[in-house]
């Protein structure tokens, strides 16, 4: 399991061993400027605010666009899908953290 904060590197390691394969220049980029997204999200839960919707997010930007139609396919479905679970991941782990943080200030 991946654990946040987390750099680009490590995480990219996980995908690919996940994929069974090495990823190309682009991909191995791409993740590299998500990680920075999902690290934000584990940050925004340890702050205890709202998580991002990165589904509607992401759904406004392509409609702005005109593009909306894009994001019917399925490649790019699954892509952010995965964009969304990661943020999600993330942020849980980060309000987790803060949770366990108060915890600990409260027993002393």
């Not at 999200?41 to 593009?67: H, I, Q």
């Not at 952010?80 to 108060?102: D, H, I, P, T």
């Amino acid at each position: 399991m991946i654990t946040f904060p987390v750099t680009a590197e490590t995480f990219i390691a996980d995908q690919e061993k996940r994929a069974g394969r090495k990823f190309d220049d682009f991909q191995r980029e791409l993740l590299g400027e998500y990680v920075e997204l999902f690290n934000l999200e584990f940050d925004v839960g340890m702050k205890g605010e709202e998580p991002s919707n990165v589904l509607k997010d992401t759904a406004e930007f392509y409609a702005r666009k005109g593009k909306l139609e894009e994001l019917e396919k399925p490649v790019l479905k699954h892509f952010y899908a995965c964009v969304q679970y990661w943020c999600r991941e993330a942020w849980k782990q980060g309000a987790a953290k803060a949770n366990s943080r108060k915890e600990h200030e409260n027993h002393d």
